[in-house]
């Protein structure tokens, strides 16, 4: 069974940084594109990022490049969200995606982690 | 970029009555669509990928159609369980939300 699992969340002051990690489980990971999407407390969901298999290519929602950053571990099965100079406005639930790309077209996701809350907050 | 509006933004309705939510985009994204289930206090769960076809142990009541710009996800017979919030999905771009109630 495919499993995601999120850790490293909590409360940071708005300048801070914080380092989110998600553990995959259950499919061969260095073939797969990750995602990371957020939702803010009573809001929709928001992509944040993607990451291919081998690193070579990464995306980020204008609202946060330059601020986050996106890195991976094949040998760990693990992806992690580098997140520096937040916002009141990056509080969120985030959450560790797969993705299935369909090249050039689509991309989804198709397994989701429970979240974890980044409370940004002074 | 792409913009996704879904509609309407909140239905209610009783346990057995078919629902439908639609989804419109910005501009033709052909049958490149995702609709995803949302309940409280969890993370959301792919239905549908490319307008139509079931995800794996999605229940078929469900069901997706439309093209271009003009998407739809239909609950056949609406069950207690399906109270969840449901969002549309093309690449980075996520539809408001879609909020479905029983009666």
């Known amino acids: 069974e495919v499993h995601l699992v999120e850790s490293g969340g909590g409360w940071v002051q708005p300048g801070g940084s914080l380092r989110l990690s998600c553990v995959a489980s259950?499919?061969?990971?260095?073939?797969?594109?990750m995602s990371w999407v957020r939702q803010a407390p009573g809001k929709g969901l928001e992509w944040v990022a993607n990451i291919k298999g081998d690193e070579s290519e990464k995306y980020f929602v204008n609202s946060v490049k330059g601020r986050f950053s996106i890195s991976r571990d094949n040998t760990r099965n693990s992806v992690d969200l580098h997140m520096d100079r937040l916002r009141a406005e990056d509080t969120a639930v985030y959450y560790c995606a797969k993705l299935t790309v369909v090249t050039g077209q689509f991309w989804y996701f198709d397994v989701w982690g429970r979240g974890i809350l980044v409370t940004v907050s002074s | 970029d792409i913009q996704m509006t879904q509609s309407p933004s909140s239905v209610s309705a009783y346990v057995g009555d078919r629902v439908t939510i639609t989804c419109r985009a910005s501009?033709?994204?052909?049958?490149?669509l995702g609709w995803y289930q949302q309940k409280p206090g969890q993370a959301p769960q792919l239905l549908i990928f490319a307008a139509s076809n079931l995800q794996t142990g999605v229940p078929s009541r469900f069901s997706g159609s439309g093209s271009g710009t003009d998407f739809t996800l239909t609950i056949s017979s609406l069950q207690p369980e399906d109270s969840a919030t449901y969002y549309c999905?093309?690449?980075?771009?996520f539809g408001g939300g879609t909020k479905v109630e029983i009666k």
């Open positions: 999905q093309k690449d980075g771009a």
């Open positions: 259950g499919f061969y990971f260095p073939n797969y594109w």
């Open positions: 501009q033709n994204i052909r049958t490149w």
